[in-house]
Structure formats: structure tokens, C-alpha cells
């Protein structure tokens, strides 16, 4: 009884420095998950927050790197989800939201947030790898609710009828600019800036 209730909520808050860059509580979590699948069943919430060291992460690709696949495979089965939040603390390393999220579905997903993965702010010509943005997830989720984006800098091409129960966003001006057209959102929060232009508005 007191296992289906702690992991009803698993919220994950690990320190990955450069001298030891791999996530071992996420993994080991992720590993739990795949060797009892009964959790899987009672899993809502999933929180995973990886506190990085500042500056270039390239550093940190060879031991991240078997860790997503495991993370993967867990969230695959996470078929009740309700909430997740993915802050990963990678911003500028070459990678992208499929190594974590290729294959999901959340049919009850109503809370969202990402961030710590993908380009981040730096320039396009800094990332030569083709960021695949998160377009492809939001089209297919379309319980969500309340969508949290810091670190995306991209156009979001959703389809019209994609997030048709979205109230809450927050990211950037350029991905809220491709969100919040067509949709019902209540509130908007606007990150990386430290001021709002005319022309971020229009």
C-alpha cells in the first residue's frame, strides 16, 4: 500500500557536476520503474531537475548519453501520467527533446514543462545540429493544459488544432507567438528578456 503512494509523485532534485556528470538517481529511478512495471501504473507526477555546472556542457554528452535511452524506455510506460516537468540542465549540448520524449504518449497529461535541452539561446549558426523541436509532442498531447517552455527560441508550427485545452503558457516571445494564436490561453508568461518590445508583443 505505502509503495503505490510514493510513487504516486517521484520528484528528482540531483547535482550533476562536470566531475561526476551522470545522473545516477535518475537512472536508478528509471531502472525501478522498467523492473517492477506494476509502478508504472500508479505514477501521476514526475519531476526530474538536473543541477549542472555553469558554462559549456559538451563535457557532459558521453555520460548523459546511455542515461536518456533508460529514461526513455521508463517514460514510455508512464501511461497515466498527469504531469511532468523535465529540467535537465543541457542547454547547448547536442541533443534534443526525442532522446527523451520519441515515442510517448500521455493521453491524461495536463502538465508540462521542459527546458535544459536543445539550443537554448544560443545563435543557430552555434548548433549546427538540426534542433527537432517539440512541435510533434504537443501536436500529439492534446490534454494539455498549462505548458512551460524556457528554454525553447524556435517557431512552434503547431497544427490549428493542436493544445485545444491550453490555459496557462510560458517561454519565450517567439514560441508564445506560434502557441497562442487559435487557442484558449488565460495567462502568458514571457522568460528571456529583460524587457518587452512593441515588436514582441505584435
Not at 556528470?21 to 500508479?42: G, K, M, S
Not at 542515461?67 to 504531469?83: C, F, G, Y
Not at 504537443?138 to 493544459?145: G, K, V
Request: charged share 15%.
Amino acid at each position: 500500500v505505502a509503495e503505490r503512494i510514493l510513487y504516486t509523485a517521484i520528484v528528482i532534485s540531483e547535482h550533476v557536476p562536470l566531475s561526476s556528470p551522470t545522473p545516477y538517481l535518475t537512472a536508478t529511478c528509471a531502472n525501478t520503474i522498467l523492473t517492477r512495471p506494476h509502478l508504472a501504473e500508479v505514477v501521476r507526477r514526475l519531476s526530474i531537475r538536473w543541477h549542472t555546472d555553469s558554462g559549456p556542457r559538451d563535457g557532459y554528452l558521453p555520460a548523459v548519453t546511455p542515461v536518456l535511452p533508460i529514461l526513455n524506455s521508463a517514460l514510455r510506460t508512464l501511461a497515466h501520467l498527469e504531469h511532468l516537468d523535465l529540467a535537465l540542465g543541457l542547454s547547448g549540448v547536442q541533443l534534443d527533446a526525442r532522446a527523451v520524449l520519441d515515442g510517448c504518449a500521455f493521453p491524461d497529461l495536463r502538465v508540462f514543462a521542459l527546458s535544459g535541452i536543445g539550443r537554448g539561446t544560443l545563435s543557430p549558426k552555434l548548433f549546427p545540429m538540426a534542433s527537432v523541436p517539440i512541435t510533434w509532442f504537443l501536436a500529439a498531447t492534446p490534454s494539455i493544459e498549462h505548458l512551460r517552455l524556457l528554454d525553447c527560441y524556435e517557431v512552434l508550427a503547431l497544427p490549428p488544432d493542436a493544445l485545444p485545452a491550453l490555459q496557462v503558457f510560458r517561454g519565450s516571445a517567439i514560441a508564445a507567438a506560434g502557441v497562442l494564436p487559435g487557442r484558449p490561453v488565460r495567462l502568458l508568461g514571457l522568460v528571456g528578456h529583460e524587457f518587452i518590445t512593441e515588436r514582441d508583443l505584435q
